[in-house]
């Protein structure tokens, strides 16, 4: 069972803005850094946001993330229709002294 | 290029044993951890555990402690994971993972394309 929740699924339309949030508690976002992973059907998870808000080197611009307490939230904006995937928040629990991942929302383009 | 090449499908009965492998190039395997990641068939990710190939060491997720083994071979950049013992209930896909540890965040930024064990009668 997941100690970060995220809501199911999201879904917008090509162009427009979708924001995917996580929940956590002081012993996880609140105490450490987020990152967010893309699982793009039939792939492996791809890191998309580290450290919060940093972005990998060929990640595209339209990915951003933000943190705020013990919750993080991931923003796509200009969505695309090869955004279409599984996203997936993690951080490191200090309770559990473990990673622990987010439940995954399914982002749908129209 | 840093890549992670996993060995290929296994179909396994229960109660056998099972060792996956996670070779890696293109960067200093002994100067970051591995970690090891379950996901199971229509389901999402799930953390197992990470090793440090340059001294072995080695923090298991409290879900698989015991009910796996992680480990490396330095010597030919390679990680495993293995099993005792399979049970249906093992049947996943399995990624490895590069994973970087800076301050107060954990992340695994390259990924290999994933082991998918099937254990059936």
């Known amino acids: 069972q997941s100690v970060l929740t995220q809501t199911p699924s999201a879904s917008g339309t090509p162009g427009q803005r979708v924001t995917i949030s996580c929940s956590g508690s002081s012993s996880n976002i609140g105490s450490n850094a987020v990152n967010w992973y893309q699982n793009l059907p039939g792939t492996a998870p791809k890191l998309l946001i580290y450290s919060n808000n940093q972005r990998p080197s060929g990640v595209p611009d339209r990915f951003s993330g933000s943190k705020s307490g013990t919750s993080a939230s991931l923003a796509i904006s200009g969505l695309q229709s090869e955004d279409e995937a599984d996203y997936y928040c993690a951080a490191w629990d200090d309770s559990l002294n473990g990673l622990v991942f987010g439940t995954g929302t399914k982002v749908t383009v129209l | 290029e840093v890549q992670l090449v996993q060995s290929g499908a296994e179909v396994k009965k229960p109660g056998e044993s099972l060792k996956i492998s996670c070779k890696g190039s293109g960067y200093s395997f002994t100067s970051y951890w591995i970690g090891w990641v379950r996901q199971m068939p229509g389901k999402g990710l799930e953390w197992m555990g990470i090793?440090?190939?340059?001294?072995?060491?080695?923090r298991y997720s409290p879900s698989f402690q015991g009910q796996v083994t992680i480990s490396a071979d330095k010597s030919i950049s390679t990680a495993y994971l293995q099993w005792s013992s399979l049970k249906a209930s093992d049947t996943a896909m399995y990624y490895c993972?590069?994973?970087?540890?800076?301050?107060?965040?954990?992340?695994?930024?390259?990924w290999g394309q994933g082991t998918l064990v099937t254990v059936s009668s």
């Open positions: 993972a590069r994973t970087r540890i800076r301050g107060r965040g954990v992340d695994f930024d390259s």
């Open positions: 090793f440090f190939p340059g001294d072995s060491d080695i």
